[in-house]
């Protein structure tokens, strides 16, 4: 490997926001990040952080994320939700996207959570392949529903 995977730090979170952004251009919705560099900065090194954030480095570059955050099962108690996890087009094939997702891993189980979870979107086979090649369950008969702030909004004004 020549690169290396450690904790994201908050000088890491503008690098963090533009993977996010390319991430977001190759899932078809590049106008989606509404987040900020502060925003990140914000949630992630707060007192209370609401993420932790992996990041795989190669010269000083920040090439790939794994941010994640725990949430709870009410079937399997303690859980961890893998947000992200991007590695730039470039740099592709080279180990680090497995290598994030095998330290998001490590936490859990050093940590005592009972599941991680996260969506892949139908189209991406290669990162269905890849989950399901690690013994990852592929839930296709399950659907993500959510509720943007502008729906909020209009549901809570109407009810």
């Known amino acids: 490997m020549d690169?290396?995977?450690?904790?994201?730090?908050?000088?890491?979170?503008?690098?963090?926001?533009?993977?996010?952004?390319?991430?977001?251009?190759?899932?078809?919705?590049?106008?989606?990040?509404?987040?900020?560099?502060?925003?990140?900065?914000?949630?992630?090194?707060?007192?209370?952080?609401?993420?932790?954030?992996?990041?795989?480095?190669?010269?000083?570059?920040?090439?790939?994320?794994?941010?994640?955050?725990?949430?709870?099962?009410?079937?399997?108690?303690?859980?961890?939700?893998?947000?992200?996890?991007?590695?730039?087009?470039?740099?592709?094939?080279?180990?680090a996207g497995k290598a994030l997702y095998t330290a998001v891993l490590k936490y859990a189980l050093d940590n005592n959570f009972n599941r991680v979870a996260w969506e892949v979107i139908d189209w991406n086979t290669n990162a269905i392949d890849f989950y399901k090649s690690t013994g990852a369950t592929y839930l296709n008969d399950w659907s993500v529903v959510q509720m943007n702030k502008e729906n909020l909004v209009n549901f809570i004004q109407k009810s």
């Open 3 to 95: 690169f290396t995977v450690r904790l994201g730090e908050k000088k890491d979170m503008q690098s963090v926001l533009d993977l996010i952004t390319e991430l977001a251009v190759f899932e078809k919705e590049p106008d989606a990040v509404e987040i900020t560099v502060e925003d990140l900065v914000r949630d992630g090194f707060s007192a209370n952080p609401k993420f932790k954030i992996y990041v795989a480095e190669q010269e000083n570059t920040i090439i790939g994320i794994a941010l994640f955050y725990e949430r709870y099962s009410t079937w399997k108690g303690r859980a961890i939700h893998l947000e992200d996890l991007i590695v730039t087009k470039s740099k592709q094939k080279i180990g």
